[in-house]
């Protein structure tokens, strides 16, 4: 969600302080908390408050409220709203809010929001349940082992990035590519992995393309790294899944250095990257993770014995402002195979720059019908006891 004014701003950061939930209310406490802003989170969010919607749990004016980012004590549910704006103090510090108001359930974003609160809360004795959605890493940070060996108290679902599908993306653009550069932060565990992964599928290629890194720890560290990088050789710049704010910064730089650069993630041909490709369907992870929050108010879902839900599908979209700004070709080939392509701003596909998928609306049906083919769903998800022997076998044997 775009915040419309500063004054807003302020207003999100202390949403927690300034709304009071009665301690003896018997509805239950939803504590909301994004690591911050951004069109993949936005896409989510839809996709849950569209099932809180659909299935009465928020009428109408409370679901303005929280498009609005604004705390809810509603009708049917309290939803406590809390945006850490990318910064680790303030993620703790809403955490911290709260588990003081007696949240029953957190709903995280990001494998960063993910990964804090679940250390936050994983010693208690009754903690609340996490349900995590848009977080690509909860077995490499710790909050899971595999989709059914996992705390009792967890439950989500993965986008997963397979880079194997990202590093052609490179020599799709640019078949002579010798060198590419990669940016990521030491700091975030995702990137690490996915720096490694993208040197290691790199060097497989045939013939094999070289990648330089640079590592970044705040966004003016760019300036050196992207200089670096085009010191180095590197003719394309591709970026892991992490978490930083320096977007509009990189994409300057690399106009002036002539660099096309691969995202890890659709979404971000629209922000202005020359290409985007990765998991390609963020509403539907928001959807999934709804049913599971909806599943488990109904009482309907046992957190404890439901999987991870686990997704990867993929697609990749291309920006033809960015080329024509770092003075780039995109191949034919590559805009015929693009989920989107961007072009004055605008896509012919239907995508917008708010809502960068193609799909963002809940199917037609009656509730009766939702209903049943969400059961459905999350019955399907059941982890039996056989499930959770071989992923427990294949974690013992390593990799």
């Known amino acids: 969600m775009i915040r419309k004014t500063a004054l807003l701003l302020a207003l999100i950061s202390m949403s927690f302080a300034s709304v009071a939930f009665a301690q003896d209310d018997d509805k239950p406490t939803i504590a909301w908390l994004k690591w911050g802003d951004s069109r993949n989170v936005a896409l989510a969010e839809k996709a849950i408050l569209d099932m809180l919607e659909v299935y009465g749990f928020i009428n109408a004016e409370e679901r303005a409220m ?39 359930v957190f709903v995280t974003f990001t494998t960063q929001m993910t990964q804090i609160a679940y250390y936050a809360i994983r010693e208690f004795v009754d903690p609340p349940k996490l349900i995590f959605t848009v977080t690509s890493g909860p077995y490499i940070t710790g909050v899971a082992d ?47 992995v996915g720096v490694s992964r993208i040197k290691a599928i790199a060097a497989a290629l045939d013939p094999p393309l070289t990648i330089v890194d640079e590592t970044i720890i705040t966004t003016p560290d760019l300036y050196q790294a992207v200089q670096n990088l085009a010191d180095r050789g590197a003719e394309a710049i591709i970026i892991p899944i992490f978490t930083f704010q320096g977007f509009s ?14 995202f890890s993630a659709p979404q971000n041909a629209y922000r202005g990257g020359t290409i985007g490709g990765g998991f390609y369907g963020l509403y539907k992870q928001g959807v999934i993770a709804g049913n599971m929050l909806i599943g488990h108010l109904n009482g309907n879902m046992d957190i404890a014995s439901t999987a991870i839900y686990e ?81 427990q076998a294949a974690l013992d044997a390593g990799p």
Do not use: H
């Open 66 to 104: 929280l498009d609005e980012e604004i705390s809810i004590e509603g009708e049917n549910i309290n939803i406590i709203y809390g945006d850490s704006l990318f910064n680790r103090m303030e993620a703790n510090a809403i955490i911290d809010e709260a588990i003081d108001k007696d949240a029953d």
């Open 146 to 192: 595999s989709s059914c060996v996992k705390p009792d108290f967890v439950i989500g679902t993965v986008p997963t990035t397979n880079y194997e599908d990202i590093v052609p993306l490179l020599r799709m653009q640019n078949p002579d590519m010798k060198v590419a550069g990669a940016i990521w932060s030491p700091l975030q565990r995702a990137s690490e």
């Open 249 to 262: 910064l990189l994409l300057s730089l690399t106009y002036d250095y002539g660099l096309p650069v691969i």
């Open 311 to 391: 997704s990867d599908d993929f697609a990749f979209a291309v920006n033809l402002d960015a080329a024509d700004l770092q003075d780039v070709e995109i191949p034919q080939a590559m805009l015929d195979g693009a989920a989107y392509v961007v072009k004055d701003g605008q896509s012919a596909q239907g995508v917008t720059l708010q809502w960068p998928e193609a799909e963002i609306n809940l199917p037609e049906m009656t509730l009766e019908e939702r209903r049943a083919a969400d059961l459905e769903f999350l019955a399907g998800l059941e982890c039996s006891p056989e499930m959770i022997a071989e992923q």
